[in-house]
């Protein structure tokens, strides 16, 4: 089974930026999508962004203009700009492909008011 490695979270304040990494442990022939998901104390996993091997990036309403997702070969990125409070969560990595479903181990980010 792949393994998903994430960097990068950590304390920020308000309005500050932060850039997630997510490296796979090796490469796969055929990836459909790697992405950013995240959970807040109390609520439900939700997903962040993803990108598809095509290119098509898909993301979450409420960081639509914010968050960048971006790709190179078997790491996926998210760079968080303008970041809010309610942004404060466990961001996860995943990737999806044929017969594969990988889960990083999750990396907090907590943005300060």
């Known amino acids: 089974q792949v393994q998903l490695v994430e960097s990068g979270g950590g304390l920020v304040q308000a309005g500050g930026s932060l850039r997630l990494s997510c490296a796979a442990s090796?490469?796969?022939?055929?990836?459909?999508?790697m992405g950013w998901f995240r959970q807040a104390p109390g609520k439900q996993r939700e997903l962040v962004a993803t990108?598809?091997?095509?290119?098509r990036t898909s993301y979450a309403d409420s960081v639509k203009g914010r968050f960048a997702i971006s790709r190179d070969k078997i790491t996926v990125y998210l760079q968080m700009n303008s970041l809010k409070p309610e942004d404060t969560a466990v961001y996860y990595c995943?990737?999806?492909?044929?017969?594969?479903?990988?889960w990083g181990q999750g990396i907090q980010v907590t943005v300060s008011s």
């Open positions: 090796e490469r796969i022939a055929s990836i459909n999508t």
């Open positions: 995943n990737l999806e492909a044929p017969g594969v479903t990988s």
């Open positions: 990108m598809s091997s095509g290119g």
